[in-house]
């Protein structure tokens, strides 16, 4: 990986770590918010209201005490109702959940507690002995000091609750701060990783199409002079055929009765001319195919298979071709000969030690495109080169026949540059199938000498 993807992949790990990081920190500053609302919702605000009303009910009872105490008309039941309202509130408080100060706090609240409820007790007695006096001297000795203790304990538990409180709403208020600061925070580093991750992938983006652009300039120049030599070789090989062709003519005319020998001959002379033609059309043309290029079919193939058939009994083969469609398709005469050439003498050379030897053409119409099958009987194509037959120097394994591997690759190349398509499958009955579609030409008919001029002498 190159210093710019490492930055790059650096840059997005921390944007991941950043994100992730906030939520963490959110999660956290999440849960201290709301175990502090629960302890003021729950503990701080209830534990504060029942003290509240523990210290109202003092101050009731109190004051019913002192009325009765001072001879004046009070109610016994009222004095116990308030007893058991304060002692409810008191258990109240207790069941809450209470810190070592604020149970210290209840200790002493008690404490004085028994002590009020004793004198109370003890001046309700003196009064209903008829000692009024000495009721009166509890009251002020005993009674006051006593609820005044109480009342001061109270004071210090609803205080103590408040303040708990308060401060978990200081907590929740600085961790609310604390959180809205970091996500502040992380937004911003967030965004300054963004951008830095983004001028870094722009940056390997330009690489990566200067990159592109000079195998493409390399491509182009090996192209170009791929297809200067393509032109020169087929340049060098058109001056010896001109020179075979000179000698077969003037053989021709001495020597009647090889005429038709010497024919066949100069009609095969005629199709390598034909083939280098349309090769070196193709490499001039800087791998397109010729504007307005048009061939027809039949008499191509007729031609061809003259040619082949020694081949074929040579290789102890069957040729069968089809009915051939009266069609033209979008090409020079030389690269379709090219194309079924290839193709059929593959299909001859590779039959291998098959005991049923039969290649087959088979040419039809469809949809304005023109498809050509090439069948063989031979062992097929392994698995593992289905894909790869195509390409430059692959052959089969095993395989004695002469050849670089390079025919099936001018096939490809050939058809797709004119606009076509190319593939192989297995044979119903074993060998395989290779096939390939050219653009069919409804463009008028082909010229006579044209069609001549790959016909079988």
């Not at 701080?44 to 209201?49: I, L, R, V």
């Not at 016994?76 to 008191?90: A, E, H, P, T, V």
């Not at 200790?107 to 000495?134: N, P, T, W, Y």
């Not at 006051?144 to 304990?153: G, H, I």
């Amino acid at each position: 990986m190159t210093l710019p993807g490492r930055a790059l992949a650096v840059a997005l790990l921390l944007v991941i770590g950043a994100f992730v990081g906030a939520t963490i920190w959110s999660q956290r500053a999440s849960h201290s918010i709301d175990d502090d609302a629960l302890f003021i919702s729950r503990d701080a605000a209830p534990g504060a209201a029942f003290v509240s009303n523990f210290r109202a009910d003092m101050r009731d009872l109190q004051a019913q005490v002192a009325r009765i105490v001072a001879g004046r008309p009070g109610d016994l039941k009222q004095i116990d109702l308030l007893k058991n309202r304060r002692d409810d509130s008191l258990a109240q408080a207790l069941a809450l959940p209470k810190d070592e100060h604020e149970s210290d706090l209840f200790v002493e609240l008690r404490a004085s507690l028994r002590g009020f409820d004793e004198a109370v007790k003890r001046a309700l007695d003196e009064v209903h002995a008829g000692h009024l006096q000495q009721a009166r001297d509890t009251m002020e000795h005993d009674i006051r000091p006593l609820a005044d203790e109480v009342s001061v304990a109270a004071t210090e538990l609803v205080q103590y609750d408040t303040k708990s409180a308060a401060d978990a709403a200081v907590r929740i208020e600085t961790a609310r701060r604390r959180a809205d600061l970091f996500a502040y925070e992380l937004d911003a580093l967030c965004a300054m990783l963004s951008i830095g991750a983004a001028l870094l992938a722009l940056r390997i983006i330009r690489q990566a199409r200067r990159v592109e652009e000079e195998k493409r300039v390399l491509i182009e120049r090996k192209a170009e002079e791929l297809e200067q030599f393509a032109g020169r070789v087929a340049h060098d090989i058109l001056s010896p055929l001109s020179a075979v062709s000179m000698a077969v003519a003037i053989v021709e005319k001495r020597q009647p009765q090889e005429a038709e020998a010497l024919s066949r001959a100069s009609s095969s002379l005629q199709r390598v001319r034909g083939i280098v033609d349309g090769l070196l059309e193709f490499a001039r043309a800087g791998a397109r195919p010729e504007a307005g290029a048009r061939t027809e079919v039949r008499p191509i193939v007729e031609g061809l298979l003259e040619e082949l058939q020694p081949i074929a009994d040579r290789a102890a083969a069957k040729l069968d071709v089809a009915d051939i469609p009266a069609c033209a398709v979008e090409c020079s005469p030389g690269v379709l000969l090219s194309l079924i050439g290839n193709l059929m003498r593959n299909a001859i050379k590779y039959l291998g030690d098959s005991k049923q030897r039969e290649v087959s053409l088979h040419i039809r119409t469809r949809r304005g495109r023109v498809l050509f099958e090439v069948q063989d009987t031979g062992p097929g194509i392994p698995s593992h080169l289905t894909q790869r037959v195509f390409q430059p120097y692959v052959r089969g394994p095993n395989v004695a026949a002469p050849g670089i591997g390079l025919g099936l690759a001018t096939v490809k190349r050939l058809v797709e540059s004119h606009g076509g398509s190319v593939g192989l499958r297995p044979a119903p009955g074993g060998g395989c199938i290779f096939w390939f579609e050219l653009n069919e030409s409804f463009d008028g008919e082909v010229s006579l000498d044209q069609g001549s001029r790959f016909q079988s002498a």
